[in-house]
């Protein structure tokens, strides 16, 4: 009768083992999916941060482009309006 409750105990007790055993490798498992949501999250955030950079720097060229062209235009029509008064326009102007 004591060799089985003996048996018995330390059947449940290797259980108790295992299962502990178990959760801790479960924890750390868990640990470690967390660590890499949290880094792929910062990471996400930085690439968002340089995304919006980006954006800002095209509508920033685009602005310039606006401007730059609007000049142009300014002087081709300035390059005609002096060619119609007699003068030569540049042929730079007129490209």
Excluded: K
């Excluded at 950079?53 to 000049?71: D, P, S, Y």
């Amino acid at each position: 009768m004591l060799y089985l409750l003996t048996a018995i105990i330390c059947y449940v007790a290797g259980l108790l083992i295992s299962r502990g055993e178990q959760e801790e490798r479960l924890n750390a498992l868990a640990d470690h999916w967390r660590g890499l949501v949290r880094i792929e999250s910062e990471r996400a955030a930085r690439l968002a941060a340089e995304n919006a950079r980006l954006q800002a720097l095209i509508a920033e060229t685009q602005a310039l482009l606006a401007v730059h062209q609007q000049l142009h235009r300014q002087q081709v029509a300035l390059a005609i309006a002096r060619g119609q008064a007699g003068y030569v326009a540049p042929a730079v102007f007129l490209n």
